[in-house]
């Protein structure tokens, strides 16, 4: 593996699949000793994040008013 003049390198596919690298993951680049190690960058979550996170795609294919139903406590 060679650095480009742009100081980039190509991650191999099976490194990026075992670690979930996907393109758009932000990471960073920690300094341990005489290595260097490339981790996934974890943002901060609070909780409303993660119940968002938890809570998306359980409504999909439900009607306006279904919503509305659910959002007011309606059977």
Known sequence: MVITS???VT?????RNRFGLKPGTAVEFVAEGS????KPKRRRTSAID????EARGHLRGKS???LMKLTRGED
């Not at 290595?35 to 490339?38: E, G």
């Open 64 to 66: 306006t008013d279904a």
């Open 50 to 53: 993660d119940w968002l996170a």
């Open 6 to 8: 742009k100081g980039q």
């Open 11 to 15: 991650i191999p596919q099976r490194i």
């Open 35 to 38: 290595k260097v190690v490339l």
